[in-house]
């Protein structure tokens, strides 16, 4: 089955650096990759996602790149705020399966 | 509001008295599932349901047991809890796709956090 390794596990940036979270996926036959944001206490929720058919994506200050021949895609955060403070979670699925593999997360916290 | 609502929020049991959380949603959302988040595991996928009476193991789904009954509820039954299976839950529902495709936007429950002591 897929396999989603995420890194770092932990990432401490000062206020208004960018931020990056990188993932790796096994299944090449993978094409769905969201990411979700967990708050403190909170729900994780989507952020951002990205298909297959797509290289990069942008969302106001964040982007997601894929790269499929490396089975890598990452989360590039700009211009960190002390609200993107959260546990991020790359996941992988074919798209067409109801499966939803999940990285292991990364622990942003933002300092002022 | 369109939501999932899980219950309960928080328990304490002790090893072996068998429990259920509960999950619905208001969304007519056809799939739905389980996951477990653990420090250092992630959220790992126990059951997920593609529709009623339609369900199929994940990742971890030792211990644990799931029913589909209607399109809105989707419980986790312990049957026999043990130590190990102390974590905290979620239970997230989606749409299908457009063109088939089952990838889709979860929507997370606000979680539950279980002891099993």
Known sequence: GENVEQHPSTLSVQEGDS?????TYSDSASNYFPWY????????QLIIDIR?????????RIAVTLNKTAKHFSLHITETQPEDSAVYFCAASTGTASKLTFGTGTRL???? | EAQVTQNPRYLITVTGKKLTVTCSQNMNHEYMSWYRQDPGLGLRQIYYSMNVEVTDKGDVPEGYKV?????????LILESPSPNQTSLYFCASSNRGTGGVWANVLTFGAGSRLTVL
């Open chain 1, 37 to 44: 944001k967990q708050e403190l206490g909170k729900r994780p």
């Open chain 1, 19 to 23: 931020a990056v979270i990188k993932c």
């Open chain 1, 109 to 112: 916290q933002v300092t002022l």
């Open chain 2, 67 to 75: 029913s589909r009954k209607e399109k809105r509820n989707f419980p």
């Open chain 1, 52 to 60: 297959s058919n797509v290289g990069e994506k942008k969302d106001q």
